[in-house]
């Protein structure tokens, strides 16, 4: 348990600590994340486009408001649903197997997606199904990725014998390293799209963590003599 209490703490310590590295590059002109504002040199200063500008607090508020806004955004989702989010938190950390199983799911769901965008195209009365389908998709991948996060700190809390405390306790533990690993340089838009498919995998396959599974059974012809 002290072993898990101990790694449980280089985790929340990493963390922080690439969040404010990654500000610090981001202060210095010396990274760009995917999201953020693209800067130019302009005598002798770092100045944001007009177009591009996001807040003048700097890099380091910034960071915190992003991690604040994924935080808030998962007590959100969480107070919303919280028997589905349990249930959803649940098959997620049954184990890899099951993770790497809704990664699929995602991908296929991706690329119906996209077949779905291309196709309608042909169709004028269709053109509006490819937005409201993205929408679903993006819902999915925010609720599943909340309950992935859910499921990392409540899982760590209770390998260190810490899941006595509040349930918001476990998402923020959870949240901080997927914040700080969709802030790495390179590294951050292979982990949001992971994120994002293993989230909508998973809460389109459990049906946003119902009680029933997806199934044609209800169609089916009952002969009743």
């Given at each position: 348990m002290r072993t898990w209490r101990a790694i449980v703490v280089v985790i929340v310590v990493?963390?922080?600590?690439?969040?404010?590295?990654?500000?610090?590059?981001?202060?210095?002109?010396?990274?760009?994340?995917?999201?953020?504002?693209?800067?130019?040199?302009?005598?002798?200063?770092?100045?944001?486009?007009?177009?591009?500008?996001?807040?003048?607090?700097?890099?380091?508020?910034?960071?915190?408001?992003?991690?604040?806004?994924?935080?808030?955004?998962?007590?959100?989702?969480?107070?919303?649903?919280?028997?589905?989010?349990?249930?959803?938190?649940?098959?997620?950390?049954?184990?890899?197997?099951?993770?790497?199983?809704?990664?699929?799911i995602g991908l296929l769901l991706a690329a119906a997606l996209g077949a779905v965008a291309l196709l309608s195209a042909f169709y004028v009365h269709m053109v509006p199904l490819p937005f409201v389908l993205g929408a679903v998709f993006f819902l999915a991948a925010l609720v599943g990725g909340v309950a992935l996060a859910f499921a990392l700190g409540r899982g760590l809390l209770r390998q260190a014998g810490w899941a006595d405390g509040s349930p918001l306790f476990a998402l923020l533990l959870g949240t901080l390293p997927l914040y700080a690993a969709i802030r790495l340089p390179y590294v951050a838009p292979v982990m949001i799209g992971l994120l994002a498919l293993i989230g909508a995998g998973a809460a389109l396959s459990t049906r946003f963590g119902g009680r029933r599974t997806w199934s044609l059974d209800p169609l089916r012809e009952v002969n009743e003599r």
């Open positions: 990493a963390a922080v600590a690439v969040i404010l590295a990654t500000a610090y590059l981001e202060a210095e002109g010396r990274m760009t994340l995917p999201w953020m504002p693209h800067r130019e040199l302009s005598a002798g200063r770092w100045q944001m486009m007009p177009r591009a500008r996001i807040a003048e607090a700097g890099p380091y508020v910034a960071a915190a408001a992003g991690l604040l806004l994924q935080f808030l955004v998962g007590v959100l989702v969480v107070y919303a649903a919280p028997e589905r989010m349990r249930r959803l938190a649940d098959t997620m950390a049954t184990g890899w197997r099951e993770v790497r199983r809704y990664l699929v």
